[in-house]
């Protein structure tokens, strides 16, 4: 059996000439191993066919037309783009989530209408996490609400939920409801209606659907699509499935006797096994890959712990380059190390590449005001900002707060956006030959802030996806998302546009910012990280 997985290079970051992803990818085949590492690039191919054939080796890649990918700006053009779309389904209608809000019945019923107005042909599959799902039970909640669809569409709906083995026997009888998540989830994102699919680290809920700003990136592609929905298939497959019953919770869930893998809570070693087999395929580049033959690449990457990782060196390879500048951003400010290095050398010389990294405020922390232990995450979140900010002296990076109002007070937003936009160092000879002949040098510079009305529209490349970028995301959580790298002037306005959207509301801060007494972390904060820690969770 093939496991995939990351391991740790303990050299230092090295100068571009020289450089190797300090994380490679290895494959294990019985007693025979491999490693994958990124080969030295001819330095006569423009710095953008160097990243796509770095990225070729890496992940499986689908060519599209730029014109094929929309993006959209807020939670109420999310939410009403996907009840547009579910109201025009014709054959299927998959969504992956976290959860949906146990109260969304407008959602449900358009989804309802759609099954009524479409017959027998239109199938609705929808996957949520089983800890995050069933939280509130036996009082209303996500799985109740499903419940009542496959009730009355038992033909036609399936509801999955998806069980981290990470979290089995007195670990899982012990730890709050409230705070299991720190122990793994299904995070995948992924909102799927016929051709086309949404990507997206956005919920289904009503936060997420008014003042919870995230990141929607629409690909009307049946090719992204179908492979999406494979993903959403595989998971499914492995997975508990949603029964309605007569009972105060309204629902049971179910081990199906044809699923691929055993059930997670009593064999969680041979789950994990089974379902690194079943999902390993999809993360499989091609074995000969031809050029790109269209301006834009969609290169799906998958987490899937502890055997599958491709979006982590994934993330290594758009910033081991030569680049003018990047955006990093994470709702949850908690970078796993390897992101933080990467960040840090981006920013580092001989490189030294602007950086700029957004995050949320306390005021935007989806978790401000919250009673019990999560209510100390915004001052956690806080205090690891101020970690690397101290890691960063020196380095040509800064970190912004986004705050739109008070959580909890009258158009008070959260922020919940995550992704990456890098701007390329351009090969100007290389880039004015394959790509746009009737530009000129000044035209083709890629300076993200520039204000040159003649440089290049904007980064050409972007990650989008569910991961939070954290040592829990890539430790515990089910993860997908893609990377899109585009040569098409058109796509890089429109990725410049949402990065300088999403700094609207932000605000510079520095390290003397997070040392007041009302910012630094307490002992209460300080013990509740080791505590989580220790019990085997992550942030």
Sequence with gaps: MLVRRIRANPRPWLPSSTRRLPWQLRLRAHSTTSTLDFPQTSTHA??????TSDL???????DINADQIEILDGPTEFYERLRSKIRRARRRIYL????????ENE?????????LQQGSELKVSILTDALRGTREAPNPSCASLLASLVEEFPDRVEVRMYHTPNLTGLRKALIPKRINEGWGLQHIKLYGIDDEVILSGANLSNDYFTNRQDRYHVFSSKRVADYFARIHDAVCSISFLLRPRGTPSKFTLEWPTSSPA???????????????SLLLPFVKPASSQS????????????????TINTELPAFTALLARHIKSYIFTAGYFNPHPVITSSLLAASSLPISAPG?????????????????????LPAAYTHLSLRFLQAARGKNIQLREWQRGIVGQQNGWTYHAKGLWVTLQVDLQQETSSSTPNKT????STNFESKDPSAPAGPSVTLIGSSNYTTRSYGLDLEVGAIVVTKDEGLMRKLKREGELLMTHTNLVKEEDLETKERKAGWKVRVAMWLVKVLGGAL
């Design 107 to 115: 959602l449900i019923s358009t989804i309802r209408d759609a099954l």
């Design 291 to 306: 050029p790109p033959t269209t301006s834009t690449s969609v290169y799906p990457v998958i987490c899937h712990p502890p």
């Design 262 to 276: 055993p059930n997670p809570l009593e064999a969680p070693k041979g789950y994990i096994e089974a379902a690194t």
């Design 46 to 51: 423009s710095p953008l066919a160097a990243l």
């Design 441 to 444: 040098s000044s035209e083709l």
């Design 356 to 376: 700029s990294i957004l995050t949320a405020s306390p005021y935007a922390n989806g978790f401000f005001g919250s009673k019990g232990i999560s209510g100390l």
């Design 56 to 62: 070729d080796r890496l992940a499986p890649r689908i």
């Design 96 to 103: 992956s989530t976290l959860y949906i809000g146990k109260t």
